[in-house]
Structures are given as structure tokens and as C-alpha cells.
């Protein structure tokens, strides 16, 4: 317990720290669209995830001078990731974008996940994500930035509910705290098949809220499913408003490599959650 006081002080800290220090404005990438639910790799265990996001109707106009407008873009990013112990998780992202045949580097992103430990077992589960990012012109106007992202949720073997209030900061004259929240409801239909909705937004600058046409609002209907060894996301998504994507397509494919010395379970985490918790749950004894 004491452990688990002293990373949630250190978090604390580290978020009014940073939102004290930030100014401007950042923009919202898509190169991963997900919502996280506080379930880790394993102690010594990689994961990887395939992130890919195909904006299929869009924005036309670019978001800033420099920018380039997401319609027809292919956005996507390989997610390495660490478990360090039951409750911390290490992980590094290559965004990047294609976009009329061009391939565009959005550089790289680092973060680090504290949860509340074997979170997919438990009813209650809560945690939070630190992702600091260095980003290319193209992509924003700050060089560097940080996602701050709790995640809040309840789950029972047929339902779950999931909150990830996310504070997006860029640094620097041109940066800005913004709110972008995110939510999920999933239900278990059996056989491997679960089904709900994801919800993705952008109110704009804390304490100066963009008026409603201007905020992003977006409404995914996902799935999730297994493949063999392969955990797949796949959901299709709306935008409520005019400065919203109006169609995107998005897919998440993970696997979780086997911890040297240990039997491989088919059932393996992901990293930043496991696309299906409820097979994982069960997998482990979870009693709702």
C-alpha cells in the first residue's frame, strides 16, 4: 500500500507541475485512437500494438500554417511496451501519417503507465498515464508536449465502463492545456466477440473552452475480438461536429510476447489494456 501512495503522490505532483508550466496550444493526433483500461504487460514481459487510423472523410483546411488537413490521411503508430512490476508499465510510440503517397515521421513518443495492480481481476480499477512527446512541424506547433491521462473504470462479466479524462499540454508560446476526454462501454457477447461504443472529444483550452462547433466530438461503434494469438480492435467512427473527422476507420492489432521462463498463456495481456479484459478476467479467476 505504501507503494502504491508513493507513485500516486509522484503523479500528482508531476500534473500540477505541468499544467503550472504549460501555455498555447496543441493539436489532437490520431495516430491513436484507444481507450486505455488500466491493464499492463506482465512482469518482464514486451508487447507490441499496430495502431492504424484512416481518415476517410475529413478536414479540409489544415489545423494550423503548416499543417496538413487529416482528410484521406493514414495515421497510424507500432507501440512497444515494458512491464516493469504488477503496477508499472514502460512503453515508446513511432507515430507517423501517409498521406498522397507521402510518408510523414511525427518523431516519437515515451510514456509511462501507474495502475492499480491485476486491474483486469478487479471491479474497480484506476490509474494513470504520462506520455511525453517530441512532434514534428507537420504535426503541431510545439516541438514537445505531454499527455496526462487517469483512467477510471468499473466492470463486472458483462459490462464495462471506462473514463480517461485526458489533459493534453503542448509547451511553449504556441502551446496550451486542453481537455480531451475519452470514454467506453463494452459488452461480452460470448465466444470471443465483445461490442460497445467509444467516445473521443476536444473542448479546446481549459478555462477557455472552443465554442461547440469548433470542439471535436467524435462516436466509434468497435468491436473486439481474437485472431489466433492476436488481439484485434476494429470501430468505426462519426463526427458530431463541423471541426470533427466526420468518418474514420480505426484498427488496433496487439500481441503479447511470452515472458522468458514461463509457459505461454493464450489468453496474454496487451499492453495499455487488453483488448478483450473480459477473456483475461476469466482467464484469471476474475469473480464479478
Known amino acids: 500500500m505504501a507503494r502504491q501512495r508513493s ?16 501555455s498555447g496550444e496543441t493539436a489532437r493526433a490520431t495516430d491513436e485512437i484507444q481507450v486505455y483500461n488500466a491493464g499492463i ?26 499543417g496538413f488537413p487529416s482528410n484521406h490521411s493514414l495515421n497510424g503508430t507500432p507501440e512497444f511496451a515494458y512491464g516493469v512490476t504488477d503496477w508499472w508499465e514502460l512503453g515508446l510510440y513511432l507515430p507517423f501519417a501517409v498521406q498522397d503517397r507521402q510518408f510523414l515521421s511525427d518523431a516519437f513518443k515515451l510514456r509511462t503507465l501507474f495502475v492499480s495492480p491485476h486491474a483486469e ?23 514537445w508536449g505531454l499527455e496526462i491521462r487517469p483512467i477510471i473504470g468499473v466492470r463486472n462479466s458483462q459490462y464495462e465502463f471506462i473514463v480517461n479524462p485526458i489533459v493534453d499540454i503542448g509547451f511553449g508560446s504556441k ?13 461480452n457477447f460470448g465466444n470471443d466477440l465483445f461490442a460497445g461504443f467509444e467516445y473521443y472529444a476536444d473542448f479546446g483550452e481549459i478555462g477557455n473552452f472552443s465554442k461547440l462547433p469548433d470542439q471535436q466530438h467524435t462516436l466509434f461503434a468497435v468491436t473486439d475480438f481474437k485472431a489466433g494469438v492476436f ?52 482467464a484469471r479467476g476474475f469473480q464479478p
Not at 507513485?7 to 504549460?22: E, F, K, M, P, R
Not at 504487460?41 to 503548416?66: E, R, S
Not at 506520455?131 to 512541424?137: F, I
Open 175 to 187: 502551446g496550451e492545456a486542453d481537455f480531451a476526454p475519452a470514454a467506453r462501454l463494452a459488452r
Open 7 to 22: 507513485y500516486t503522490v509522484a503523479a500528482a505532483s508531476l500534473t500540477c507541475a505541468s499544467l503550472l508550466i504549460a
Open 231 to 282: 488481439d484485434v480492435n476494429f470501430g468505426v467512427g462519426y463526427g458530431l461536429t463541423p471541426a470533427s473527422d466526420r468518418l474514420v476507420v480505426k484498427t488496433i492489432i496487439g500481441y503479447a510476447f511470452p515472458v522468458p521462463g514461463q509457459k505461454r498463456d493464450a489468453n496474454m495481456r496487451m499492453s495499455s489494456g487488453p483488448v478483450n479484459p473480459f477473456i483475461h478476467a476469466a
Open 121 to 143: 481481476q478487479q471491479n474497480l480499477f484506476y490509474g494513470v498515464n504520462f506520455e511525453l512527446s517530441y512532434e514534428m512541424p507537420k504535426f503541431a506547433q510545439t516541438r
Open 41 to 66: 504487460a506482465d512482469v518482464g514481459q514486451f508487447t507490441i500494438q499496430q495502431h492504424l487510423n484512416y481518415v476517410a472523410l475529413g478536414q479540409k483546411d489544415p489545423p494550423f500554417p503548416g
